[in-house]
């Protein structure tokens, strides 16, 4: 199995972000971190992530802001999905998301295999969405 691909886990609570890292690194993939939505955007922008995994509920800029940031001014020619997680389980933020192009949603609390799911998933999509 390839794990070379690059993860960014961007969410304000540091025990979400440090589960969540150990957990995926130990499947061998890069992992960048960002602790508020500013920081994301930027980490988008250098780092060129493959798999975006996106808190809804951060300071300076929200996850939807980032989300929608991405996706109206995308900052790589390639496809990069996106993995909301947060306490938000209501149906309009769940639209909400989705009408963001978010990729796939997961609720908080969580299961780690949930997140390690849904990674697996957008993996599986990438070559589908490769950008010619």
Same mark, same amino acid.
């Given at each position: @199995? =390839?794990?070379?691909? #690059?993860?960014? $886990? *961007?969410?304000?609570? =540091?025990?979400?972000? /440090? %589960?969540?890292? &150990?957990?995926?690194?130990? &499947?061998?993939?890069? $992992?960048? =971190? %960002?602790?508020?939505? *500013? /920081? %994301?955007?930027?980490?988008?922008?250098? /780092?060129?992530?493959?798999?975006? $995994?996106?808190?809804?509920? @951060? !300071? #300076? @800029?929200?996850?939807? /802001?980032?989300?929608?940031?991405?996706?109206?001014? !995308?900052? &790589? *020619?390639?496809?990069?999905?996106?993995?909301?997680? &947060?306490?938000?389980?209501?149906?309009?933020?769940? +639209? #909400?998301?989705?009408?963001?192009? *978010?990729?796939?949603?997961?609720?908080?609390?969580?299961?780690?295999?949930?997140?390690?799911? %849904?990674?697996?998933? @957008?993996?599986?999509?990438? !070559?589908? +969405?490769?950008?010619?």
């Amino acid at each position: @199995m =390839t794990t070379n691909y #690059k993860i960014l $886990i *961007a969410d304000d609570e =540091t025990q979400c972000v /440090e %589960a969540i890292y &150990s957990h995926l690194s130990q &499947s061998g993939y890069e $992992i960048i =971190t %960002a602790f508020d939505g *500013a /920081e %994301a955007l930027e980490k988008i922008k250098n /780092e060129n992530p493959d798999i975006i $995994i996106l808190d809804i509920n @951060m !300071p #300076k @800029m929200n996850g939807f /802001e980032v989300l929608e940031q991405i996706r109206s001014n !995308p900052p &790589s *020619a390639k496809w990069q999905p996106v993995i909301i997680i &947060s306490t938000k389980d209501e149906f309009d933020s769940l +639209r #909400k998301g989705y009408e963001l192009e *978010a990729d796939y949603y997961v609720t908080k609390p969580f299961n780690l295999d949930k997140i390690s799911n %849904a990674v697996n998933i @957008m993996i599986s999509l990438l !070559p589908l +969405r490769k950008t010619k």
